[in-house]
Nanobody
């Protein structure tokens, strides 16, 4: 089983940038697709971005396309979410998730492993 720990969240002004990290341990990281999700207060968890296990294939929610970039470093057992041009509506707890698959899951129920989340707050 893989364990995931997110970091890099914080408070940033609108238009600013943050880079989230998702450090994995306890499994063969390169065997897992990785997804990022977020959940704002009173809202359901929503998909943000996903990357297949050997990079190359990525998919983004329309709301973040062109502003966010997902990447991974399998040698470092870490995935990243670079977030640029942040908006107040990006405020949420961000979670990374992993699933042992050759595919590119984009739904929360397709992931078995989750981190504890990191708070991102964007002020206007």
């Amino acid at each position: 089983q893989v364990q995931l720990v997110e970091s890099g969240g914080g408070l940033v002004q609108a238009g600013g940038s943050l880079r989230l990290s998702c450090a994995a341990s306890g499994g063969t990281f390169s065997s897992y697709a990785v997804g990022w999700f977020r959940q704002a207060p009173g809202k359901e968890r929503e998909f943000v971005a996903a990357i297949i296990r050997w990079s190359g294939g990525r998919y983004y929610a329309d709301s973040v396309k062109g502003r966010f970039t997902i990447s991974r470093d399998n040698a470092e057992n870490t995935a990243y979410l670079q977030m640029n041009s942040l908006r107040p509506e990006d405020t949420a707890v961000y979670y990374c998730a992993a699933q042992a698959t050759v595919g590119l899951p984009i739904r929360a129920y397709e992931y078995d492993y989750w981190g504890q989340g990191t708070q991102v707050t964007v002020s206007s």
